[in-house]
């Protein structure tokens, strides 16, 4: 990189975080008045807000940021830093969440929320600054990315333990479902921010998280305070370096299937994937044994002897992978098919994908705050199985939908989709804090948000797969006949329809024109009237219509029955207890701080 100009260095915070320190430890002293719960819920909220729509704010805006650098990411040998920039933030939030909601429980779960407050604060002025081009600045991103995910990993493995030391049991369920689904409304929120910011200029969509990040920043450390006592203990290294490698291997390993690999359509018969796939899941058993004898463990495997934390969880995470499923073939539905049908240019499918997924969005946000409440009064079981059986009921409309579908009834399944992950998310989260001792509410957050971070990333890999699978047995055929009868030379149809389906479902996803990407200079040999046709709205949609339909019910067929098999787990968590301190019958023995008297429903 000779003749780069320095990169700039994030400004210096130490002077500001001595100062804001300071005023936190005068805090501490004071015992929180009755209105800190609300506190406590506005600054979390937003601090999982920013942190969640961070992870999805680049998936719509990447179009315009690897125009901003220079690079073309489906070019050979670039499709790695496209799947780093989608998914090396899930997999660092996926893996250290645990972590740092243990260091939560010994050191202060404030004071590792307001660090990773600063931190986040930091890498989004690093990410803005991005002085380099090509290969360089795509690295650059990744890496500020990989901090940014520390920042959040953080917020959110700390934020539901927060919020469970300040709200009494009887309102926990509606603090926590406002926090809950503010987290996964964020997710399709930075679709839509993606998509707007990146119309004015890409470094926008990493600008807007400084403002709102310095301010969340300087509110923690002025407003926040430790709640309960934090429990010092010693770090469980080797379980550390165990988890993290396992997981992280485990989780790169499944993203790299979704890439071809020595003719196959996808990579799973690619020795290293099948080495990151096995190695992983060898470091994971290799952590449980460690976890089970070292005197204090990072990971409570205890915790799982608790029915409604082990049902809480799996649910959980199957709910994650069939959401993210769900957000990542809706988005390449509309972007690659239903939008250029309807006169839309795939430049701008992007930003209108993000503004016709609303009402999923607004789902979530009706329904959260409400089963929260509800949840308290009626507990957890009831919302949370119900919220899973519309969620599969939302995945069976949609597959009985057309590919060309009409607007209203698309909108009203998303709408019910949302309803149900709403009714869902909220109870499931208050069930899973609540049934843990209070000294065990980071850890028990940590590996709450493990789970669901984790869906996400395998969802990518499990559903692209499932997708392109669907789509190699009947793509190719169709691409070469459809191209030869618009004057594309034989050869030429044939070479490109014999191309991964990966490449033109990535080509869909960043808003480009498939068939213009796929075909290049080869335009320039048939007619302007051929050109013309082949690059036009509708030729593209209605070529691919009938496979990708195919390829969608694989997918949508799969993430219902995970649906099902969620609403089961989440059935079997037993009935309403409510606790004042949330200590669980099973588990890790309470101490006698972690016992007073609590009633049963």
Request: net charge positive; proline share 6%; glycine share 12%.
């Amino acid at each position: 990189m000779t003749g780069q100009a320095p990169a700039p260095r994030p400004p210096a915070a130490g002077g500001l975080r001595s100062r804001l320190l300071a005023r936190s430890a005068r805090l501490a002293d004071t015992p929180p008045g009755p209105g800190y719960k609300w506190v406590a819920l506005s600054n979390t909220t937003l601090g999982v807000l920013i942190a969640t729509m961070d992870a999805s704010i680049v998936i719509i805006s990447l179009p315009a940021i690897f125009r901003g650098i220079g690079l073309d990411p489906l070019a050979p040998g670039n499709i790695g830093y496209l799947l780093w920039m989608i998914l090396g933030y899930l997999l660092v939030s996926a893996v250290l969440v645990v972590v740092l909601g243990r260091l939560g429980d010994m050191f202060g779960r404030v004071r590792i929320y307001n660090l990773g407050f600063l931190v986040f604060a930091a890498a989004s002025v690093a990410l803005s600054l991005d002085p380099f081009r090509a290969g360089a600045g795509a690295l650059w991103l990744i890496l500020w990315r990989i901090v940014q995910a520390f920042g959040g990993s953080m917020l959110t493995a700390n934020s539901a333990a927060i919020l469970t030391d300040a709200f009494p049991a009887r309102q926990r369920g509606m603090a926590l479902g406002v926090n809950q689904i503010t987290a996964l409304a964020g997710q399709f929120l930075g679709l839509l921010a993606g998509g707007l910011l990146a119309a004015v200029d890409w470094r926008a969509v990493f600008w807007v998280s400084v403002p709102i990040s310095v301010t969340g920043t300087i509110w923690s450390y002025l407003s926040l305070r430790e709640t309960s006592a934090g429990a010092r203990g010693r770090i469980d290294w080797l379980g550390n370096l165990t988890f993290a490698c396992g997981a992280g291997i485990l989780l790169a390993g499944i993203t790299y299937g979704i890439q071809p690999y020595g003719g196959h359509p996808t990579g799973w018969t690619n020795p290293w994937v099948l080495g990151g796939l096995f190695g992983g899941a060898l470091l994971l058993a290799a952590f449980c044994v460690i976890e089970t004898r070292v005197a204090e463990p990072m990971f409570h495997l205890a915790l799982f002897k608790v029915r409604a934390f082990a049902a809480g969880n799996l649910a959980a995470l199957l709910t994650a992978v069939a959401r993210g499923g769900l957000q990542f073939m809706l988005i390449i539905w509309l972007q690659g098919i239903w939008l250029p049908l309807h006169g839309y240019d795939f430049e701008d499918t992007p930003l209108w994908a993000g503004i016709f997924m609303l009402p999923l969005t607004l789902g979530f946000l009706i329904a959260g705050p409400v089963s929260g409440y509800l949840s308290d009064r009626f507990g957890a079981r009831l919302f949370s199985t119900a919220g899973l059986v519309l969620v599969a009921a939302s995945f069976v409309g949609l597959l009985a939908l057309p590919v060309d579908f009409d607007y209203p009834a698309f909108a009203a399944l998303l709408l019910l989709s949302g309803l149900g992950q709403g009714m869902f998310s909220a109870p499931n989260t208050s069930s899973i804090m609540g049934s843990v001792p209070a000294r065990y509410r980071g850890v028990a957050s940590g590996m709450r948000s493990t789970f669901q971070n984790s869906g996400t990333a395998l969802s990518i890999g499990v559903f692209f797969s499932l997708m392109v699978s669907g789509l190699a047995s009947s793509l190719p055929a169709t691409l070469a006949s459809g191209l030869r009868a618009h004057g594309v030379p034989a050869a030429t149809a044939h070479e490109v329809a014999s191309l991964p389906p990966v490449s033109t479902l990535f080509a869909t996803f960043l808003g480009d024109n498939p068939v213009g990407h796929l075909l290049g200079g080869a335009l320039d040999h048939v007619t302007a009237a051929q050109r013309a046709t082949l690059t036009g709205h509708s030729f593209f949609p209605e070529l691919v219509s009938g496979p990708f339909h195919h390829g969608l019910s694989i997918v949508f067929g799969v993430a219902a029955a995970m649906a099902l098999v969620s609403a089961l787990a989440s059935a079997l968590r037993g009935g309403h207890e409510r606790a004042a301190d949330g200590t669980p019958q099973g588990g890790p023995a309470p101490s006698a701080k972690d016992r007073p008297a609590r009633t049963a429903r």
